[in-house]
């Protein structure tokens, strides 16, 4: 039941205090002559109706959340904890700098620690989420092929070995995508690339993410970035991939110029469900002064006085957001940080690569595996051709059985090589428990697809909805409430 | 599953019927059934240029967002507005549904008939 239909006129919660300003009557053009339709209810009604739509949803902290290339980690709550604290949450963005120089240290340590991590310069916390982050890196690039005079640079090429998202942030961006396929190993095809690089001045630059949307590590990685930046273009690092990777492998030492880093994916800060989400973008040297928003500085440049500040980039591009972000994300990315420490980051992505093979090498008698890799890094791509084909059970019909399970499906029909797939991230913050039981879940719905797969085109069956007609969705969308 | 033999084909899966000289396009429908429902088509404009190898329209199905390549290269005489509120036509008669019409014909591409295409589409399996 919707909460307009819970509604009654009347109904409220008079808890505003009486005004004790002048009222001002707005002129008779600006008041508006429709009714405003806003739902009428008493707190406790509005407070269940909440709660109870929250029992309807599955997050990470209702169960196993495989969803591949998203990181669906356990986020700590010591996160939350630090986030609350009153020197973060009581500020205002425009307070003076000497009085906020917690803040200031937060922004500053979590700019170092990402510089380490990536091998880049200098970040800038201001991208809202990770195709944000995307988009102020093709800025930048942007940015540096006008500088040097080359405005003709606007083709970028995204193989589609790539993130999901890459292509539409490159048009955003104004710049004309061209693929690459990949070769029959799941990487990028190096001759290919050659072929449209070779000489090519138009070429803006590459996105990428290695290890890669099928989980799969590019060993020429280096020969990659190479072709590129001998054409004269840069080359941008989609963090999606990161969680595989932290602490043992550099996108800066990969030869890539700038990065985007999702902190609601790879630092544990929540995500689904609005997050907030927040895409902090990398960059080298040569980037820098083109960086968007400001950067944390030693002195300020007003006082004279050696306290925290904030600084423009010589060139900046501008704003991507207001201010410096979605700053409270930063600081739980970084208590995360700060928690693991320079042991545990490099441990968390070894678990995270250990859990996705441990389920991989357990499942590839039942599921083909799409590349038939030998090992995967974070995350692995399962091809249901054969079931689809043998009994008709589709990925989709097996992402249905998995919620009667309990279990949030992997992420479905993705990369779109891979005709029937379901690509799972477990996350190294799962136990082998959870992990043994997921798979056990997996072989019983195959089994089950060979048995019965009318159980499975007709799943879910105990979930608040059961199975959804999308395609009429898709075709005639309903997006508002239709008041009488 | 229909291989229509007045069709000629194109190995990205389009069916091309060529009219005096005009020429109408579609998809197969061996492309219709492994895309899956279509729930969205984007067409291009009476008097726009298309090019042999470059795509002219999309489809989306519940699952991913298609290119539609041209195997023709020419001038879009007619557009089957039709299935822009209707793109489920192009699923129920993937022949009967068709996407443009193409005047003023410079190029093609290599084209295959209904056999070979069948053949192919067998060896892609």
Same mark, same amino acid.
């Given at each position: 039941m919707l909460v307009f239909e819970k509604s009654r006129p009347g109904r409220g919660v008079s808890a505003l205090p009486e005004c004790d300003v002048e009222i001002l009557k707005p002129e008779e053009k600006d008041i508006r002559t429709s009714e405003l339709h806003?739902?009428?209810?008493?707190?406790?009604?509005?407070?269940?109706?909440?709660?109870?739509?929250?029992?309807?949803?599955?997050?990470?902290?209702?169960?196993?959340?495989?969803?591949?290339?998203?990181?669906?980690?356990?986020?700590?709550?010591?996160?939350?904890?630090?986030?609350?604290?009153?020197?973060?949450?009581?500020?205002?963005?425009?307070?003076?700098?000497?009085?906020?120089?917690?803040?200031?240290?937060?922004?500053?340590?979590?700019?170092?620690?990402?510089?380490?991590?990536?091998?880049?310069?200098?970040?800038?916390?201001?991208?809202?989420a990770g195709a944000h982050g995307e988009f102020t890196g093709l800025l930048l690039i942007k940015a540096y092929h006008l500088a040097n005079g080359e405005p003709q640079r606007t083709k970028i090429i995204v193989p589609d070995s790539a993130h999901g998202t890459n292509p539409a942030s490159a048009v955003m961006a104004g710049m004309e995508v061209i693929n690459v396929d990949s070769t029959d190993k799941g990487l990028v095809d190096l001759d290919k690339l050659r072929e449209v690089c070779e000489g090519n001045d138009q070429i803006a630059g590459l996105m990428l993410t290695n290890p890669n949307t099928a989980g799969l590590f590019d060993p020429n990685i280096k020969e990659i970035t190479d072709i590129i930046h001998e054409c004269g273009g840069q080359c941008y690092y989609d963090g999606a991939n990161l969680n595989a990777v932290m602490g043992w492998a550099r996108p800066g030492d990969m030869g890539f110029d700038c990065v985007h880093l999702n902190l609601h994916k790879t630092f544990s800060t929540p995500h689904g469900g609005g997050g907030p989400g927040s895409g902090p973008v990398g960059c080298k040297e040569h980037l820098a002064k083109f960086m968007p928003g400001v950067k944390v500085?030693?002195?300020?440049?007003?006082?004279?006085?050696?306290?925290?500040?904030?600084?423009?980039?010589?060139?900046?591009?501008?704003?991507?957001?207001?201010?410096?972000?979605?700053?409270?994300?930063?600081?739980?990315?970084?208590?995360?940080?700060?928690?693991?420490?320079?042991?545990?980051?490099p441990e968390?992505?070894?678990?995270?690569?250990?859990?996705?093979?441990?389920?991989?090498q357990k499942l590839k008698g039942a599921y083909d595996m799409a590349f038939e890799p030998e090992v995967c890094m974070h995350e692995f791509v399962m091809d249901l051709s054969r079931q689809a084909k043998e009994t008709g059970v589709t990925a989709m019909d097996i992402a249905k059985g998995l919620l009667d399970n309990n279990i949030h499906p992997p992420t479905m029909y993705f990369p779109l090589t891979v005709h029937e797939a379901l690509m799972a991230e477990p996350c190294e913050t799962e136990s082998k428990e959870t992990l043994d039981d997921a798979i056990n879940v997996f072989l019983e719905l195959n089994d089950l697809a060979y048995s019965d797969p009318e159980k499975l085109h007709q799943a879910p069956v105990k979930t608040p909805v059961t199975r959804l007609d999308e395609v009429g969705a898709a075709r005639h969308p309903v997006l508002k409430y239709e008041f009488e | 599953m229909?291989?229509?033999?007045?069709? /000629?084909?194109?190995?990205?899966?389009?069916?091309?019927?060529?009219? *005096? =000289? &005009?020429?109408?396009? %579609?998809?197969?429908?061996?492309?219709?059934?492994? /895309?899956?429902?279509?729930?969205?088509?984007?067409?291009?404009?009476? *008097? =726009? &240029?298309?090019?042999? %190898?470059e795509s002219f329209a999309d489809v989306e199905s519940v699952k991913a967002v298609s290119d539609i390549y041209s195997p023709v290269t020419g001038v879009v005489a007619e557009i089957n507005e039709e299935l822009l509120d209707a793109p489920e036509k192009i699923n129920e008669d993937a022949f009967g549904a068709w996407f443009i019409k193409v005047k003023d014909i410079t190029d093609k591409a290599e084209l295959i008939s209904a056999e070979e295409y069948e053949a192919f589409c067998e060896s892609e399996e």
């Open positions: 806003l739902p009428e209810m008493a707190e406790v009604d509005l407070s269940r109706h909440y709660t109870e739509l929250a029992k309807k949803a599955h997050g990470v902290n209702d169960g196993f959340y495989p969803l591949g290339s998203c990181t669906m980690k356990y986020n700590p709550r010591v996160n939350e904890k630090i986030a609350a604290l009153p020197g973060f949450t009581d500020v205002h963005p425009l307070q003076p700098v000497s009085t906020v120089q917690g803040c200031l240290r937060v922004i500053k340590e979590t700019s170092e620690a990402l510089c380490e991590i990536t091998g880049m310069n200098q970040f800038t916390m201001q991208p809202a500085v030693d002195k300020d440049a007003h006082s004279g006085k050696d306290i925290l500040s904030f600084a423009k980039a010589e060139e900046s591009l501008g704003e991507m957001k207001s201010f410096y972000g979605n700053f409270l994300v930063v600081v739980k990315a970084l208590t995360y940080i700060k928690m693991l420490g320079k042991e545990g980051i968390a992505s070894k678990n995270a690569v250990l859990n996705a093979n441990y389920m991989m | 229909e291989f229509k033999k007045e069709a /000629l084909y194109a190995k990205s899966h389009e069916w091309v019927i060529f009219d *005096g =000289d &005009e020429a109408t396009i %579609g998809i197969s429908d061996y492309a219709q059934s492994e /895309l899956g429902d279509l729930v969205f088509v984007n067409l291009p404009e009476e *008097g =726009d &240029e298309v090019e042999v %190898g």
